[in-house]
């Protein structure tokens, strides 16, 4: 109970909100470059992942590469990237924005594929050219799956760019790599405390711009799924 008070007493003071190490410019450090190393990602990911998709072609290579990325440890790639460009924001960013692009490229080739072969064809018999089919048949019905991809990588994003402050950039992350320099557990705990908030928030966030992105109908589509799914199950359980 006291090593809490000590940490509500670390936010209850004055000097942690304001100057260059105060929580308001770390918490906009670590959302700008957060935001920016997903946005990268996504653009690059999502072409690649929504082509392959539509065309139907290599998408086990594109699979087995980001599960690759996704293998390898945001750390480890950090470590590596500061011995070839330095230290600083470059190496952080680069891996922040290698972590993003697995999950995103995976779901948006899953989502395309996923979609209904008749919704295509219906397009195409109509004089769609392929990105019009793409673009306004396809990818609305592959938007909570490709949404998903972007929100998981989102919040991988937001927890992992803690590591940024270990290469000298900033964010949330260090109070944590401060805190442990100067074993300030109290630091410790209280930047642990702001960036899992922040990484709640992102939850909460891309949540709803996946609702808000997908289609009324699909979601009403879903909804029901969703019920009847449970009403099996509901079914089932007596059973056993």
């Not at 709803?208 to 969703?226: D, N």
């Amino acid at each position: 109970m006291n090593f809490l008070g000590e940490v509500a007493r670390w936010f209850a003071d004055p000097a942690h909100w304001q100057g260059a190490n105060g929580i308001p410019t770390r918490l906009e450090e670590h959302v700008l470059m957060s935001l920016i190393a997903t946005a990268v990602a996504a653009l690059v990911a999502l072409p690649i992942g929504l082509l392959l998709g539509h065309y139907g072609v290599g998408g086990a290579i594109a699979i087995n590469i980001s599960n690759i990325g996704r293998a390898l440890p945001s750390f480890a790639i950090l470590v590596l990237l500061v011995q070839l460009v330095g230290i600083g924001a470059i190496p952080a960013f680069i891996a922040l924005v290698a972590l993003a692009i697995p999950p995103i490229v995976t779901n948006s080739f899953v989502g395309m594929r996923d979609v209904d072969p008749e919704l295509r064809d219906a397009a195409r018999g109509l004089g769609f050219r392929e990105s019009r089919t793409l673009l306004r048949v396809e990818l609305p019905n592959a938007m909570p799956v490709v949404m998903a991809g972007i929100r998981t990588a989102g919040v991988q994003v937001v927890a992992t760019a803690t590591l940024a402050a270990l290469v000298g950039w900033g964010g949330l992350g260090r109070y944590i790599v401060d805190g442990i320099a100067n074993r300030n557990f109290v630091e410790v705990f209280a930047g642990a405390v702001l960036v899992a908030l922040l990484a709640a928030a992102a939850e909460i966030g891309l949540a709803v711009l996946q609702y808000v992105l997908t289609p009324a109908g699909l979601r009403s589509r879903i909804k029901q799924e969703r019920q009847a799914a449970v009403s099996i199950q509901a079914q089932a359980e007596p059973a056993r």
